[in-house]
């Protein structure tokens, strides 16, 4: 991918050694050696933004279905400026970001581990537990269901332990986090610990970045542009994300304050396509399993993310645009005086946060960097 | 305001005559003579707009503050095709719309229905039937809590014969409803006289254009475009009038078969700003009083709509394209079959069946035509 | 395509007399029926909205590729009100809009026109008099050359005799005008018809709605919002047509004046693309070819235009949003003190003056009815 | 600004020694303390963006009108996770920039660099050499013509020599390009040094962020939301920078190649507002001096650009979103093979290339480190 071939034989000769047990122990240098399969989408190019600034990544191989040997500034003109051309074949490198199409990323991944790269999917195809969830929200069974044992649900907030610990299994892979769920989660999860979620509804809005790149009639300015729609009624792909993880923050919850209330059963999760390109606004009304003060919540969140550089807990509704371009979760919670309810507010850029950055950001945790490397920039406003 | 000053000169004559019953008793022939006061904001305008394609209006009188003798098209550009000119005195008319900041209109109230003109008023200041609701969601004290006892609710929809009936009372007026209540009121309507509704929460999304034409900070292209935001969280004035009109309607299906369930006591409305210029869609989360079928969604909502001509029940989610420049209201209901919740879907173009052209269909209701007269514009699209 | 099937058989039954001079002849009473080819993209659709709010007007059918016996509410959602569906055949009637890909109208010509049916086609082949100009500029060889010769082009503010000259032709075809052409055809004719072109570059900034609703990867929302681009470079289309009707202008000028300057030879052509859905603005650049006062400039215009009931010369810059959804062209024409260059600043509604207000405009002409029939609506504003 | 108070009082302590000289000679370290004055509008925001990630900088105050000892967050949300507050006094510091209403940058300035601050100008108080343009363009006479005479025009790939020779000066002046001029003459430079330009038109389109923050009628979303118009005819101020810059570069090019012709005296420039936040295209209509192939220009323009970090020649238009949130200007020039014109179009990030990131790319100039410093962003797409 790189100009001179003479890289990519370097990537090859190194491959006995790849991945992030080779690189802590210091084998690479400082370079972490990375390849990205399904680089022509809108994931795909965002990644290679970030990883153009990232000081330790070496982009060291691009796959792009049917653009082979094309410059990646075909696909992405903004990133002119690099010399980068997509190769033929699937990179080898310490780690593989894989941005497909669902189904694409699982059959492939027993050959991508066996080499010993760490496996980033940025699709859905790691991030559900249960292999029956796969046919019953995705419509396929899953090719791998013993790698699926072995994955970890990307959202580093809330799993960065079981991913450091992942770099000491068979088989290191990441189900990064979809995009609604990082909103909505990391929106809810101290609420769903506390064990107070009674009654939940998620109202989402996107931007249409997230619906991809495909040209689908639908996704036409003309169409998108001075509207606004419901989509996904009752049956989007996102749900079994966030019903696994609040459940499972829930358990926790009631693990640890032998708490009975083990939290949401079902999230009823809506969303929406705004005329927008980038940006997820997570709405989060809940009804409470009992009366709360606003001190207790403002508590609750402090304790949860003071110490998150990505997230901040802020006094006003927070606006998609505070984070634009950046890997930051902007949170916002209320409780209403009058009616006892809560509403949970969260904001991410779906494309950083909810995608490539998120990835970069789990990147840095199985390499043991610091979490913010290659991530600091500010949001861009206006 | 007219081009001639003549016109006015008959208006003035004719003042005795004014109003509805003065039009129904045949003294105007078919011509019913119309003054705007506030016509130089947004509603004003779209007033305008529509009352020029009415075959039965006669636009005796403009008024703007600080705008007088002002053609209007040096406030709406598009109507450059008329020579209105912006009058000094408030018109007299057989009707008068007014599109004022809260509390003006009340004000002036007293002095229009003495001339026998009824008030069509497009701003909040007869719409809440409680006085003790104006200091309280308004911050002011009603000036004319006698004449707000005898204002009508104006949704023609759902007090279409309260409306009738008001052109014989002493003081006719109509305080229309607002643009949020419009979409969320219609869409959960059929659900409350049914006592339907057990929680309920109502996540409404509005262009900017009903934020109005003052510039504010907040309002600029810059800020808005790229965002999506919650705001008046909690305290949205319209809160007050939903919770008005669904109570009541609760009361009615509760009268009229029986039940115990006068329906929703609180709504939990939060309403967010999004990068389009008009259009709301109502998205309303209805966890329900008990176990409902599609088949009684469905058939609830074709009795409570089959014969109104602006309220068009659909199968899929829609979107506020699909009604824009109209005076439809769209709706969808579903059942989700998991959760057994309700999400019931409404949407209008905010300027229209929320404001301008509601007002239209008031008037058409209070003077006894058609009620989709100079309403029968199809939505723009793309 | 209308409900009953019983229509279209007497629409059949009509077929001997059909067209613009049998309706003159006033065996039709006060209806012309329309039928329309290509009703499922955006002009087709435009055309639909527009003709049903026309009194004279009866929709006699509907065609539309792979769609056939759909309701054309699936293709248009926003026209849910009618019952309409899409027809297996060619309706036939008295007028037939085409609205189709380039050289699909041009092939069908001659059948319609054989039944006696007016064809305006909202497409390009029968725009071009010089059949040459077909490979040239579309790449395809007009396979009707013989009926190109009777086309008339169709901006009724200049041909307006020709297009009711038309009638008592053999074959009454009106090969509409571009929506760039019109724009630009109608803010430089009076120049062009005074000798005063000298240079001139044409700088055209279009919503999107122009390129047609296939979904391609430009045309996508995250593609086109937030951004401008050029397209088109030397080689658009429009430039075409926009060079024939200036230079015929110039020459009927020169005629009339005995001047020995006929206008431009080539029109230096840019379109934009910018992230709006409808609306065309072109400025035009003009060096004059002798020195000419804003007094001078001002009469040009109001007597080219003072009569025309679509065309509004204004003293400001004009906005698009200033005629949106109507079929309005205002122009703006300005001389520079300091440079001696003449601006003249032109928009339309792409939509509707730009193509279906402009067929229905051309209908009224053919039809002998006043041009503004169905055409009286104000533009939307905000 | 910062936090605590110590720092300013260090600032303060360290005021003999500010400047560029006193940086070269290595007294400060690495680290450039930077002052802004006029830091709450969009300017000021994307100027603390971009040197807050800037390995050299330190902001050492902050200075914003009627926002004394505010959060710099509560003027800008996207900042969040900075603690700095806004200044009572203007800051100390080796830089200061300046983003001010015309007129009051150069009534501060004498002040400024007494104290050894360098100053850029954001506004336009030093772009124009000739006192006389600013009672002619700006309507203000200068009240330092003194200072003036020593200002540099901020464009670095013009004027790079002479901003270095500018540190050796009584005053250190940087009059920073406009933003429409920035992307104008950088797209024409190498035209007007050869000569080239006959005739010419600048169209150009711009986002609305370069009008700035203040609330204005005109700004707010739903009057540019769906709509494009003209605006300045004739009279836009920034006409005057790009005549100046354009008659430089012809006289500096006529120098070299003895040729006669010292470029355009006027310059036809037409700035449009179109319906985006950022970005603005330059599309130069020239009608060159002779004829010229495009192999001639690929040269020309190979030979101005090829080792400038900041611009891109390319082969097809550019967008806008090609460059957005990036210090680059993207070029294309093409002659129309038909009518021999040249068209130039240009791209810039308005408030980064057009402001905020030119005014650190002189800051790297004055201070002698790597021009790219601090402006590695790669754009944001999509």
Not at 66 to 92: C, K, W, Y
Not at 99 to 109: S, T
Not at 332 to 356: E, F, Y
Request: glycine share 10%.
């Amino acid at each position: 991918m790189t100009a001179t071939s003479s890289t990519t034989q370097n990537a090859s000769a190194a491959a006995p050694d790849l991945g992030p047990r080779a690189f802590r122990t210091g084998r690479h240098g400082d370079t972490i050696t990375v390849g990205i399969v399904g680089a022509t989408g809108y994931a795909g190019g965002e990644l290679i933004r970030l990883l153009l600034g990232h000081p330790n990544v070496r982009l060291a191989g691009l796959h792009g279905r049917n653009r082979e040997n094309q410059p990646i500034a075909a696909s992405h003109p903004s990133l002119g400026a690099t010399s980068l051309v997509i190769d033929q074949a699937i990179p080898e490198a310490d780690a593989i970001f894989t941005a497909l199409p669902h189904g694409v990323a699982a059959g492939m991944a027993a050959d991508l581990v066996a080499r010993g790269s760490a496996l980033l999917d940025i699709g859905p195809d790691f991030r559900l537990h249960d292999p029956a969830d796969y046919p019953r929200w995705y419509k396929f069974d899953h090719p791998a269901p013993e790698l699926l044992a072995q994955a970890v649900y990307g959202l580093p907030e809330l799993h960065r332990d079981e991913m450091r610990a992942a770099v000491d299994k068979e088989a290191t892979i990441i189900g990064l986090a979809g995009c609604y769920p990082t909103a909505t989660i990391l929106t809810l999860a101290p609420l769903a610990r506390a064990g107070l979620i009674g009654d939940l509804a998620v109202d989402a809005k996107s931007g249409v970045s997230g619906a991809g790149r495909e040209p689908k009639p639908d996704l036409l300015f003309s169409e998108v542009n001075e509207n606004v729609k419901a989509y996904g009624l009752f049956n989007h792909r996102h749900t079994a994300e966030m019903e696994q993880e609040l459940q499972q923050q829930g358990e926790r919850g009631a693990l640890a304050s032998r708490d009975a209330n083990p939290g949401v059963a079902t999230v009823d999760f809506l969303p929406h396509l705004i005329p927008m390109t980038r940006g997820i606004l997570a709405s989060c009304h809940v009804r409470p399993t009992r009366p709360v003060s606003q001190a207790e919540l403002d508590a609750l969140y402090d304790e949860a993310y003071r110490d998150e550089p990505f997230v901040q807990v802020v006094a006003d509704p927070p606006s998609t645009k505070h984070v634009f371009g950046s890997n930051l979760c902007r949170i916002c919670v209320k409780v209403d005086p009058r009616s006892g309810r809560i509403l949970a507010l969260g904001v991410i850029d779906n494309l950083v946060k909810g995608a490539a950055g998120q990835a970069v950001q789990a990147l840095n945790v199985l390499f043991g960097l610091p979490e913010t490397t290659g991530l600091g920039q500010y949001p861009i406003a206006p």
